[in-house]
């Protein structure tokens, strides 16, 4: 089925992550896909052909397409700041991929401009829309595990250098295991447990020049200049606690380990880079016993990046508002960048700002439906 009136979308950055995104939002009724701009205009041409996206050039050129009223910027991040203010300058709104910018000051002033024009912004990540995170968070509320009292993640593997065909900026300021992969935990446990409200972390960097090992650099060498492996301590406004580890520097993989304790059970939750998943609850077992698994019923229908874009296109439509919000993604920068304070101090630190609360994607909500 075709909408009546679907969202027109332009999407700034044709790089690795702009497949998931652009295969996605072809195929969601609701938006339609306009124009595709980059630095590189030939990859924004070899995506644009490859999606069937009729129009490419660059950056201005999506700005200046007048249908466009949702432009998702998927640029690097030390230039999120600069491209998400640009496209509000255009008078339309923005999703961005994360971080919302590399540092606070970026970040508030581009929710200032946002609000002043009357525009959104949303913030990756989505998948805190997805199946997976929606099974946890409905489990949470109803009190299967009684009251949270604590979450453990890890994030660790060799690091991006591995895959990236141009992962310099995964090492860059912005960047780094903390604010390249911290977004999807730490999202994840803001959206359970509610705001950080402080900090502690310690870091470390296992090598100062790295190396390009696929693509066609493959060999290049590039520097460092962030920590490489943070273990980080939170306390939520609730007086829960979580630990983190988030590491390029592991040679074991074990990524997307997420479990949140309560006093009647402990919750395993779906890798959170990911939109779906098994959720599942263990019981306080008897000495010598393996643990007894209980899989959460879960809810809601698979789809992937590009969510975040679509609840805000009908929220454009429908009114009311979106979910991964641009102040949830300023509190996300606000502790990572908290956590990056205490790893180079060895303080304490405290979050001064504060999460808004994320509503539930309604059970029934059908990402592939027509409400447009
Ligand atoms: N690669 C992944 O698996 C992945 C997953 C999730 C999120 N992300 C996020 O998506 C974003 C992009 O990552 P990527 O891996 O696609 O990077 P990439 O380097 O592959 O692509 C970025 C693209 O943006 C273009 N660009 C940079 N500055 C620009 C500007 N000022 N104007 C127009 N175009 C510009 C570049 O030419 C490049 O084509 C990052 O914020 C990253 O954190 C990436």
Redesign the pocket.
């Known amino acids: 089925m075709t909408a009546r009136n679907p969202v027109g979308v332009g999407v ?7 497949d ?1 995104y652009l295969t996605n939002l072809t195929r969601f009724p609701d938006v339609h896909v306009l124009v595709v ?4 205009t030939a ?2 041409e070899s995506q644009a052909r490859k999606y069937g996206v009729q129009e490419w050039g ?2 201005a050129d999506v700005l200046a397409h007048p249908d466009a009223e949702i432009v998702v ?8 700041a ?2 998400s203010s640009a496209i509000l300058a255009a008078g339309k709104h923005v999703w ?4 919302i910018a590399v540092d606070r000051a970026d970040a508030r002033a581009l929710l200032d401009q946002a609000a002043a024009a009357g525009l959104r912004i949303g913030v ?2 989505d998948t805190i829309l997805g199946p997976g995170l929606q099974t946890a968070l409905r489990a949470v509320a109803r009190g299967d595990i009684g009251t949270p009292l604590s979450a453990q993640t890890v994030m660790q593997y060799a690091g ?1 250098d591995l895959w ?3 992962p310099e ?2 090492f860059a300021k912005g ?1 780094g295991p903390l604010f ?1 992969m911290g977004p999807y935990y730490l999202t994840a446990l803001v959206c359970l447990f509610g705001s950080v409200t402080r900090v502690a972390a310690l870091g470390s960097t296992a090598r100062a020049v790295r190396t390009v090992r696929s693509g066609e650099r493959a060999g290049t060498d590039f520097e460092v200049a962030v920590p490489t492996h943070v273990s980080a301590l939170a306390q939520f406004e609730g007086g829960g606690v979580g630990q983190s580890v988030f590491s390029f520097d592991s040679p074991l993989t074990r990524t997307g380990f997420v479990e949140i304790t309560g006093t009647e059970g402990t919750l395993v939750l779906p890798d959170p ?1 990911a939109f779906a998943g098994q959720v599942r609850i263990t019981r306080v077992q008897q000495r010598g016993r393996d643990p007894e698994w209980e899989t959460v019923t879960p809810v809601g229908i698979e789809a992937g ?1 590009g969510l975040g874009v679509l609840d805000m296109a009908r929220a454009i439509r429908g009114g009311g508002p979106h979910i991964a919000t641009g102040d949830l993604g300023y509190h996300v920068l606000d502790t990572m960048t908290s956590i990056d304070e205490a790893v180079a101090s060895g303080e304490t630190v405290r979050v001064a700002s504060a999460a808004p609360g994320t509503p539930l994607v309604p059970e029934d909500w059908d990402p592939f439906g027509v409400t447009a």
């Open positions: 700034i950055g044709a790089g690795n992550i702009s998931q701009g980059d630095l590189d990859r924004a660059t950056a910027n998927l640029t690097v991040p030390a230039v999120h600069e491209v961005s991929e994360k971080p990756a990540p991006p990236h065909p141009a900026f995964l960047a390249d880079n990046r």
